[in-house]
């Protein structure tokens, strides 16, 4: 199991674990995270699964494809060299830990 740790903006943390290969988003939505909106359901067409994923963790997660880098221009929250959609980041053993921040909104 894939431990993921979602910072909320009110600084409070929920821990979730997930298997590997599960989709963060989708981590997010099954354990009632609040603030991951995922109105498209994970097809990265919307940016309500807006996060920005902690600095100690950008190399291992890695940068958006081209679709994604296009779509983080239209999050409600602004923008920052760490934001990602969670939909599209695929969760392995090698993210274990991994820390990501809940912008305060995603529509």
Known sequence: MTIVIFELP???QRKVTAEP???????AVSNGVDGIVAECGGNASCATCHVYVDARHTELVGPPNDVEDEML???AAERRPTSR???QI???DALDGLL??????QV
């Open 85 to 87: 959609l969670s939909c």
């Open 73 to 75: 221009d239209f999050t």
């Open 90 to 92: 695929q969760l392995s």
């Open 10 to 12: 009110d600084g409070t």
């Open 21 to 27: 290969g599960t989709v963060l988003m989708q981590a």
């Open 100 to 105: 990501v921040h809940v912008p305060e909104e």
